[in-house]
T-cell receptor, first 110, second 115 residues
Framework: GQSLEQPSEVTAVEGAIVQINCTYQ??????LSWYQQHDGGAPTFLSY????GLEETGRFSSFLSRSDSYGYLLLQELQMKDSASYFC???????????FGAGTTVTVRA | EAQVTQNPRYLITVTGKKLTVTCSQN?????MSWYRQDPGLGLRQIYY???????DKGDVPEGYKVSRKEKRNFPLILESPSPNQTSLYFC???FGGGSGANVLTFGAGSRLTVL
């Protein structure tokens, strides 16, 4: 089986930094992904970590520690348009299945 | 434009009336999958397909069927819908291997209500 834990909600002000943690328990691990979903919209891919360390893509960064079964998504210089739900997802094994966490709703206030 | 197209986007039906949600992708992706999304539960995988004629159950397959007769199409069939299948459904696709295997492209979603 597998499980992914992430906080349900985070609120922050414009310009702030938000870190969304994701811990996972899974049989077989081939990488951790992050997806963004605006209300009523389709999830869109943000980043992927297969190896330990930090991946940076503009204002967003993602980190992975395989030994700790832990990763996080870092949102910097928050903007109102970053208000959305963010999902971590684990690629569980070599059959390419992805399992998603329940999602973290980020609300950005002016 | 590279995309995953699902239809219908919205559907209200009644218990027991068979329905099909279509999904088509134009990216030549090997892998396709269906997810349902319910409040507080995230995205749960219903079925997936590694390639034509190859399908397998996800985490919540009960009450659903799928088929993969062509690479581009992966319809979701509800033979006898029940109210607990009221949900938002997403079809997604990606490449079967390489770095592209880590990037799912989702359709716009199909909101289904079963009365």
């Amino acid at each position: 089986g597998q499980s992914l834990e992430q906080p349900s909600e985070v609120t922050a002000v414009e310009g702030a930094i938000v870190q969304i943690n994701c811990t996972y328990q899974t049989s077989g691990f081939y990488g951790l992904s992050w997806y963004q979903q605006h209300d009523g919209g389709a999830p869109t891919f943000l980043s992927y970590n297969a190896l330990d360390g930090l991946e940076e893509t503009g204002r967003f960064s993602s980190f992975l520690s395989r030994s700790d079964s832990y990763g996080y998504l870092l949102l910097q210089e928050l903007q109102m348009k970053d208000s959305a739900s963010y999902f971590c997802a684990v690629r569980r094994s070599n059959d390419y299945k992805l399992s998603f966490g329940a999602g973290t709703t980020v609300t950005v206030r002016a | 434009e590279a995309q995953v197209t699902q239809n219908p986007r919205y559907l209200i039906t009644v218990t027991g009336k068979k329905l099909t949600v279509t999904c088509s992708q134009n990216m030549n992706h090997e892998y396709m999958s269906w997810y349902r999304q319910d409040p507080g539960l995230g995205l749960r995988q219903i079925y997936y397909s590694m390639n034509v004629e190859v399908t397998d159950k996800g985490d919540v397959p009960e009450g659903y069927k799928v088929s993969r007769k062509e690479k581009r199409n992966f319809p979701l069939i509800l033979e006898s819908p029940s109210p607990n299948q009221t949900s938002l459904y997403f079809c997604a696709s990606r490449f079967g291997g390489g770095s592209g295997a880590n990037v799912l492209t989702f359709g716009a979603g199909s909101r289904l209500t079963v009365l």
